[in-house]
Every structure is written in structure tokens, then in C-alpha cells.
């Protein structure tokens, strides 16, 4: 009897998953008997509200990778040097008020990063002469890398520290210096969880909506320019799924079509960091 | 080689290792510079809104008496259902994981892999859920029961986590002692294993309320936007603070920028409030077995 309602509050998890593929792809799917699943894939304008209406993904596939580029190029060396200083370098003491002070980085809403991209970064950009709009995937794309820090940091630590201590001790044996053991011994040792840290910190920032919808605008352009407004998928579906478009219309479908795209995006990430973690799990646990 | 050739070497060497916890503490440091900037930046803005209008006026079309009162009601209501919500479900889960699952059975790794999966779908995703199944499914309206239990959704996979590791991290020996003195496997769970795990139950699902408090994209999907200046009520129209602050934000006027940063100090000093409970908790109540 307990066993069985232990195993309902199981299925609440499973449910879930069944309720997001059932809410997203059947609506996706009528989307696609009305759209051509080909020219969604491969079309460069993205146009779902014109009177000539055009449902080309590209341009929000761009403005989504635009972004995240940024954001890995600050989030994926801030993080993994983070974590070599966490991990090989600071007392245990400091790692205990370092590495939740760093999560509190986690832990503010992303509306406020929002905020901050859009009334603190921009300006600031703009006063280094960059050229860059009111809305630009740049300033999205840094202040989400700062958001995904603790993410590649966190992941990338648990993997180091799991490097077993006999490792370190053979090199220092043969006469290392803590840098080259940190990166020559701990850092290749520990690689499959990095790159699954890399790999989570991606796709976080491929889902991440309120940023982009508040500083890189919301305007689909085909373009890597990083000082352009761009709109990305989850900026898209926020901006539509809040306006009020009649349940049942194409627009209205759209929100279904492009959530299924970025949620696959994102399952085919998550899965391969999943199984990225069991492997150095099996080899070190 | 030389005797002077090997300590240029080792120099060199001690130079290199400089430089690069130099790197390694800069790395470190950026991420709380823009911390504190943000801070500082948001106290420079908010300031000057930050007073007893904010707490207790509704929103209007003057910022000087606008306020956040049903916002930040609603936020508290969303943050209490959810942990009312989210506790037993999450607990329930990781009991049955830990304790009763055959963890070499297919359908217990499924579960498994799925909750892990769950816990990195993005919340927008969830907030399509919403929109589909509660809202215009199951017709419950845009609610703020709606909303409480799309967050319950979006944070259950951490909740579970953290029950998990918590629950794990109860040494096997006691389970033992409770059985040899005849304890039935749900006696062993309810009084020995939960007990001894609620500091960690606790701290995780602070943190999970502390990130369902802020969450936006979700809300906003399931019709958070709505211009309320009436208290809110569990199956009525309502919006959030982080809603409320994206509103503001949104608008050309600097004066509502400047109430979004007032509005932002209030969040934050909730989340911050909360990440520090947790953090206290963690650190006060931490068994070492």
C-alpha cells in the first residue's frame, strides 16, 4: 500500500514527461499538415504574423546559437577555471564559502539578469563604441554566460574531485608542478564530466527566455552580427504565447511547432551530458 | 644541462604557476563583479522607489503611485502552494527511488534517467505545458493555481534530487540496527531514514522554492501579464513579481525602469534571504556519519 503511493508520486515525474510530448507534439503535428515540415526546416524568413505569412525556423535557430556563442565563450572558461581553483587549489574552508557563494550567481532570477543586460550592459557597450542596438544578442549572450558560470563550475568540480588522490600523487612523485598536474593529470582525467558540464551549460542557455526576451529583442534576422537585435526560440514562444492569438489559429500552433524544435534541441544535449556523467561515474565511483 | 639552465627552468616554471592561479582566481572573481555591479546597480536605481508605496499600492499608469502589493502577495501564495505541493510529491518520489526501487529494473532507470532529463528541460517548455493542459486543456483559466502548479512541475525534479542525496547519505548500518530490532521496512523509512535526512530535504527545497520565486518565462506563457490591482486569490487571475518587474521594464518611461529596480530589490532580498536559510541550514544541522 505505501509502496504503491510512493510509486504514484513516482509517476507525477513520468506523467510530466508524457504531458510535454503530448502537449507539444500534437499541436506541432497539425502545424506541420498546414506547413510543410520542409520549408519550416529550411526556410530563412520567419514571418508567422504577415498577411503573407512565412514559417522558415532559421532565423530563430541563428538568433538562438548567436547568443548561446557568447555565452559559452564567457560561461565555459570563467566556469572551468572556476572550478580548477575550487577543486585543486582552494583550503577546504574557502571551497565551503567559495562554491555557494558562486551558485548565489544560480540562484538570481533571470529577470533580473534581463534587467541588468538591458540597462546596464547595453549602455556600457554602446559607451565602448561597439556599435551595438537597444536590443543585441551580445549583451543577452554575456550576462546569460555570467547566469551559466556556476553550471559548468558545479558539474566540472564534482567531476575533478571524483579524479581519485592517488592520480595526483604519482605525478607530483615524478616531480610535477600543481599547475601541471591540475592541467596535464586532473583536467584530461576528468574530461568526459567537463564536457558534460559544457554540454548542460549549452543547453541551459538554449532554453533561456527572459533574458533574450528583454535585451536581444525580438526581431528573426539571419544574421551572427552580435551588436543586431535577433530573436531566439524561446523568445519567440514567450512573446506569442503572452500576446492574445485565438487558440487553434497557425499563429497560435507555431508556439507548439517551435517549442517542440527547442525542447529535441535540448533533450538530445541533456541526454548526451546524462550519459557523459555515468561514463566517468563507472570509471571513478 | 646546466646547473643554471635547470633553475631558469624551475623559475620559470614557479612564474607559470603564478600566472596561472592569477587566471584561475580572475576567472573566480568575474562572476562576483557582476554580481556586485548588479547590485549596486540595481540599489543606484531602485532606491528611490523602494518605500511603503511599492509594498502596498496596485500597479498604475503614474509610477509615482504605482505599486507591487498584488504582485508580491501572489508570489507569497505561488511560494507557499508550491512547497505544500512539492515536498510530499518530491519526498515521496526519492523514498520510493532509494528505498523500495530495484535500481537494476528497466523501468526504475527510466525513471531515473527521466527525472535527470526533467530537470534540464527549459521552463518555457513547461510553460507550453501549462498553457496547453491547465489552461485551455483542463480549463482551469489563468489562474494562480494554474501557476502554482506549473512551478511544481518545473522545480519537482530538483526537489527529488536533493531528497535522493539526502536519503542516500543516511548510512546503511542504521537501517540495519532499526531491522534487527524487528522494524517493519515503513518503520525503518518513517522513523529512522526521514528523520535523519530532513536537514538536507529542507535545504534542497528551499533552493527550489528560492528559484520557483523568480521563474518568469512559465508565467507569463500561462497569462501572468494581466494588469491586477486587486489581491490575488488561489483560483483567480493574478500576476508575480518577476512578472510584474518584467512589465515594468518593458516600458519606455525611465520611471518605471527605476520601479523595476525598487520591485527587483524586494525579489532579491526574498531570494537572498532564502539562499542564506539554506545555506544556514545546511551548515548547522549537517550530520558527518
Same mark, same amino acid.
Given at each position: 500500500?505505501?509502496? $504503491?503511493?510512493?510509486? $504514484?508520486?513516482?509517476?507525477?515525474?513520468?506523467?510530466?514527461?508524457?504531458?510535454?510530448?503530448?502537449?507539444?507534439?500534437?499541436?506541432?503535428?497539425?502545424?506541420?499538415?498546414?506547413?510543410?515540415?520542409?520549408?519550416?526546416?529550411?526556410?530563412?524568413?520567419?514571418?508567422?504574423?504577415?498577411?503573407?505569412?512565412?514559417?522558415?525556423?532559421?532565423?530563430?535557430?541563428?538568433?538562438?546559437?548567436?547568443?548561446?556563442?557568447?555565452?559559452?565563450?564567457?560561461?565555459? #572558461?570563467?566556469?572551468?577555471?572556476?572550478?580548477?581553483?575550487?577543486?585543486?587549489?582552494?583550503?577546504?574552508?574557502?571551497?565551503?564559502?567559495?562554491? #555557494?557563494?558562486?551558485?548565489?550567481? +544560480? $540562484?538570481?532570477?533571470?529577470?533580473?539578469?534581463?534587467?541588468?543586460?538591458?540597462?546596464?550592459?547595453?549602455?556600457?557597450?554602446?559607451?565602448?563604441?561597439?556599435?551595438?542596438?537597444?536590443?543585441?544578442?551580445?549583451?543577452?549572450?554575456?550576462?546569460?554566460?555570467?547566469?551559466?558560470?556556476?553550471?559548468?563550475?558545479?558539474?566540472?568540480?564534482?567531476?575533478?574531485? +571524483?579524479?581519485?588522490?592517488?592520480?595526483?600523487?604519482?605525478?607530483? +612523485?615524478?616531480?610535477?608542478?600543481?599547475?601541471?598536474?591540475?592541467?596535464?593529470?586532473?583536467?584530461?582525467?576528468?574530461?568526459?564530466?567537463?564536457?558534460?558540464?559544457?554540454?548542460?551549460?549549452?543547453?541551459?542557455?538554449?532554453?533561456?527566455?527572459?533574458?533574450?526576451?528583454?535585451?536581444?529583442?525580438?526581431? #528573426?534576422?539571419?544574421?551572427?552580427? #552580435?551588436?543586431? +537585435?535577433?530573436?531566439?526560440?524561446?523568445?519567440?514562444?514567450?512573446?506569442? $504565447?503572452?500576446?492574445?492569438?485565438?487558440?487553434?489559429?497557425?499563429?497560435?500552433?507555431?508556439?507548439?511547432?517551435?517549442?517542440?524544435?527547442?525542447?529535441?534541441?535540448?533533450?538530445?544535449?541533456?541526454?548526451?551530458?546524462?550519459?557523459?556523467?555515468?561514463?566517468?561515474?563507472?570509471?571513478?565511483? | 644541462?646546466?646547473?643554471?639552465?635547470?633553475?631558469?627552468?624551475?623559475? =620559470?616554471?614557479?612564474?607559470?604557476?603564478?600566472?596561472?592561479?592569477?587566471?584561475?582566481?580572475?576567472?573566480?572573481?568575474?562572476?562576483?563583479?557582476?554580481?556586485?555591479?548588479?547590485?549596486?546597480?540595481?540599489?543606484?536605481?531602485?532606491?528611490?522607489?523602494?518605500?511603503?508605496?511599492?509594498?502596498?499600492?496596485?500597479?498604475?499608469?503614474?509610477?509615482?503611485?504605482?505599486?507591487?502589493?498584488? &504582485?508580491?502577495? !501572489?508570489?507569497?501564495?505561488? *511560494?507557499?502552494?508550491? %512547497?505544500?505541493?512539492?515536498?510530499?510529491?518530491?519526498?515521496?518520489?526519492? %523514498?520510493?527511488?532509494?528505498?523500495? !526501487?530495484?535500481?537494476?529494473?528497466?523501468?526504475?532507470? @527510466?525513471?531515473?534517467?527521466?527525472?535527470?532529463?526533467? &530537470?534540464?528541460?527549459?521552463?518555457?517548455?513547461?510553460?507550453? @505545458?501549462?498553457?496547453?493542459?491547465?489552461? =485551455?486543456?483542463?480549463?482551469?483559466?489563468?489562474?494562480?493555481?494554474?501557476?502554482?502548479?506549473?512551478?511544481?512541475?518545473?522545480?519537482?525534479?530538483?526537489?527529488?534530487?536533493? /531528497?535522493?542525496? &539526502?536519503?542516500?547519505?543516511?548510512?546503511?548500518?542504521? =537501517?540495519?540496527?532499526?531491522?534487527?530490532?524487528?522494524?517493519?521496512?515503513?518503520?525503518?523509512?518513517? =522513523?529512522?531514514?526521514?528523520?535523519?535526512?530532513?536537514?538536507?530535504?529542507?535545504? *534542497?527545497?528551499?533552493? &527550489?522554492?528560492?528559484?520557483?520565486?523568480?521563474?518568469? /518565462?512559465?508565467?507569463?506563457?500561462?497569462?501572468?501579464?494581466?494588469?491586477?490591482?486587486?489581491?490575488?486569490?488561489?483560483?483567480?487571475?493574478?500576476?508575480? @513579481?518577476?512578472?510584474?518587474?518584467?512589465?515594468?521594464?518593458?516600458?519606455?518611461?525611465?520611471?518605471?525602469?527605476?520601479?523595476?529596480? !525598487?520591485? %527587483?530589490?524586494?525579489?532579491?532580498?526574498?531570494?537572498?534571504?532564502?539562499?542564506?536559510?539554506?545555506?544556514?541550514?545546511?551548515?548547522?544541522?549537517?550530520?558527518?556519519?
Amino acid at each position: 500500500m505505501i509502496k $504503491g503511493a510512493l510509486f $504514484g508520486c513516482a509517476l507525477v515525474s513520468v506523467a510530466t514527461t508524457v504531458g510535454i510530448v503530448i502537449a507539444l507534439f500534437l499541436p506541432a503535428f497539425e502545424f506541420f499538415q498546414e506547413v510543410s515540415f520542409l520549408d519550416y526546416i529550411t526556410g530563412t524568413e520567419w514571418a508567422p504574423l504577415f498577411l503573407q505569412a512565412s514559417f522558415g525556423v532559421i532565423p530563430l535557430i541563428v538568433g538562438t546559437i548567436s547568443v548561446t556563442i557568447w555565452a559559452s565563450l564567457i560561461a565555459i #572558461p570563467l566556469g572551468l577555471g572556476s572550478a580548477i581553483f575550487l577543486s585543486e587549489y582552494a583550503r577546504p574552508r574557502v571551497r565551503a564559502t567559495l562554491k #555557494p557563494a558562486l551558485e548565489l550567481l +544560480a $540562484g538570481v532570477p533571470t529577470v533580473v539578469y534581463g534587467y541588468f543586460a538591458l540597462t546596464w550592459v547595453t549602455p556600457h557597450l554602446k559607451d565602448l563604441g561597439l556599435g551595438v542596438g537597444v536590443f543585441n544578442a551580445l549583451s543577452a549572450g554575456l550576462v546569460m554566460g555570467v547566469m551559466i558560470i556556476p553550471t559548468v563550475a558545479s558539474l566540472s568540480e564534482d567531476a575533478m574531485s +571524483a579524479v581519485p588522490r592517488d592520480l595526483r600523487y604519482g605525478a607530483y +612523485a615524478l616531480g610535477s608542478s600543481k599547475l601541471q598536474v591540475s592541467t596535464r593529470i586532473v583536467v584530461p582525467a576528468a574530461v568526459s564530466g567537463i564536457v558534460a558540464a559544457f554540454v548542460l551549460g549549452i543547453s541551459r542557455a538554449i532554453g533561456e527566455t527572459m533574458i533574450v526576451l528583454l535585451a536581444a529583442g525580438q526581431q #528573426p534576422t539571419l544574421s551572427f552580427d #552580435p551588436r543586431q +537585435a535577433v530573436e531566439t526560440m524561446s523568445a519567440f514562444i514567450a512573446a506569442t $504565447g503572452a500576446g492574445d492569438v485565438p487558440t487553434g489559429s497557425t499563429e497560435y500552433k507555431t508556439i507548439f511547432a517551435v517549442g517542440a524544435t527547442l525542447f529535441v534541441m535540448t533533450l538530445i544535449l541533456n541526454f548526451f551530458s546524462i550519459r557523459l556523467v555515468r561514463k566517468y561515474r563507472e570509471v571513478y565511483e | 644541462m646546466s646547473a643554471a639552465s635547470l633553475s631558469t627552468g624551475r623559475r =620559470r616554471g614557479v612564474w607559470r604557476g603564478r600566472i596561472f592561479v592569477g587566471l584561475l582566481l580572475l576567472s573566480m572573481a568575474v562572476g562576483f563583479l557582476a554580481l556586485g555591479t548588479l547590485c549596486v546597480d540595481v540599489l543606484q536605481k531602485g532606491l528611490a522607489y523602494f518605500d511603503s508605496v511599492l509594498l502596498t499600492n496596485g500597479p498604475s499608469s503614474d509610477p509615482d503611485i504605482a505599486g507591487a502589493r498584488p &504582485a508580491i502577495l !501572489a508570489t507569497l501564495y505561488l *511560494g507557499v502552494l508550491l %512547497i505544500l505541493f512539492t515536498v510530499p510529491i518530491g519526498v515521496g518520489t526519492a %523514498i520510493y527511488l532509494e528505498e523500495y !526501487a530495484d535500481r537494476h529494473r528497466w523501468p526504475n532507470r @527510466l525513471l531515473e534517467l527521466n527525472i535527470q532529463n526533467l &530537470a534540464a528541460v527549459p521552463s518555457i517548455v513547461y510553460g507550453i @505545458l501549462g498553457l496547453a493542459f491547465l489552461v =485551455r486543456g483542463l480549463g482551469l483559466g489563468r489562474v494562480l493555481l494554474a501557476g502554482a502548479l506549473i512551478l511544481t512541475l518545473l522545480v519537482l525534479p530538483t526537489v527529488i534530487i536533493a /531528497a535522493r542525496e &539526502a536519503i542516500r547519505a543516511v548510512p546503511s548500518s542504521i =537501517r540495519e540496527g532499526a531491522y534487527a530490532l524487528g522494524a517493519t521496512q515503513w518503520q525503518v523509512v518513517s =522513523r529512522q531514514v526521514l528523520p535523519a535526512a530532513i536537514p538536507g530535504i529542507a535545504t *534542497g527545497s528551499i533552493l &527550489a522554492l528560492a528559484r520557483a520565486i523568480g521563474e518568469t /518565462a512559465p508565467l507569463i506563457l500561462i497569462g501572468a501579464l494581466t494588469f491586477i490591482s486587486f489581491n490575488p486569490t488561489v483560483m483567480g487571475p493574478f500576476t508575480a @513579481l518577476p512578472v510584474q518587474i518584467y512589465n515594468w521594464t518593458k516600458l519606455p518611461d525611465e520611471k518605471f525602469k527605476a520601479l523595476a529596480a !525598487a520591485a %527587483i530589490i524586494v525579489l532579491l532580498i526574498m531570494v537572498l534571504l532564502l539562499n542564506a536559510g539554506a545555506i544556514w541550514l545546511r551548515n548547522r544541522y549537517q550530520k558527518r556519519w
